[in-house]
T-cell receptor, first 109, second 113 residues
Framework: RKEVEQDPGPFNVPEGATVAFNCTYSNSASQSFFWYRQDCRKEPKLLMSVYSSGNEDGRFTAQLNRASQYISLLIRDSKLSDSATYLCVVNWVGYALNFGKGTSLLVTP | EAQVTQNPRYLITVTGKKLTVTCSQNMNHEYMSWYRQDPGLGLRQIYYSMNVEVTDKGDVPEGYKVSRKEKRNFPLILESPSPNQTSLYFC????????????FGPGTRLTVT
């Protein structure tokens, strides 16, 4: 079975800290990569797509390492509102998305 | 407002009583999908549809049926629910041809006793 693996955490960090999550995937033929955010008992929402060259959106930076088959998410200057579960998502065939189990982040005052 | 809606949001039912969870999107998306989310297991895909009358199994299709008679609607049918189908269910849609951003509905919390 093809897998998407994440450290479940929780990651407890103070406001203003920098935190990084990694995610590994097992299928080298994977084509598309995403980070989704899910707040407690709410629906997942796209945080950002992950491109081969790496990409940044404000305080968030995503990186892809195809050789080692992992993607990462870096959050700088953490805010209380960043507290959520971050889902690593990989597509390797057709339209289906494969979700990791998520990494829980708690940002404390 | 662009959105995916699901109904009902909460449902408690008994084993064996057929139920349908509706899903509708107003974004003219080709691709729609159903997921279930369970503690420790994450989101798992049940069924998906790439367009009207085109559906296919995801990772955990047993005990579920779907139909796609109209582009905007993608109901999930449990013909004979069992307690192991107690879960949080999400419907999602996206613009087709590639795994673009998926927009999720608010979720349906189902309890089967």
């Amino acid at each position: 079975r093809k897998e998407v693996e994440q450290d479940p955490g929780p990651f407890n960090v103070p406001e203003g800290a920098t935190v990084a999550f990694n995610c590994t995937y097992s299928n080298s033929a994977s084509q598309s990569f995403f980070w989704y955010r899910q707040d407690c008992r709410k629906e997942p929402k796209l945080l950002m797509s992950v491109y081969s060259s790496g990409n940044e959106d404000g305080r968030f930076t995503a990186q892809l390492n195809r050789a080692s088959q992992y993607i990462s998410l870096l959050i700088r200057d953490s805010k209380l509102s960043d507290s959520a579960t971050y889902l690593c998502v990989v597509n390797w065939v057709g339209y289906a998305l494969n979700f990791g189990k998520g990494t829980s982040l708690l940002v404390t005052p | 407002e662009a959105q995916v809606t699901q109904n009902p949001r909460y449902l408690i039912t008994v084993t064996g009583k057929k139920l349908t969870v509706t899903c509708s999107q107003n974004m003219n998306h080709e691709y729609m999908s159903w997921y279930r989310q369970d503690p420790g297991l994450g989101l798992r895909q049940i069924y998906y549809s790439m367009n009207v009358e085109v559906t296919d199994k995801g990772d955990v299709p047993e005990g579920y049926k779907v139909s796609r008679k109209e582009k905007r609607n993608f109901p999930l049918i449990l013909e004979s629910p069992s307690p192991n189908q107690t879960s949080l269910y999400f419907c999602a849609s996206s613009l087709g041809l590639a795994p673009h951003e998926q927009y999720f509905g608010p979720g349906t919390r189902l309890t089967v006793t």
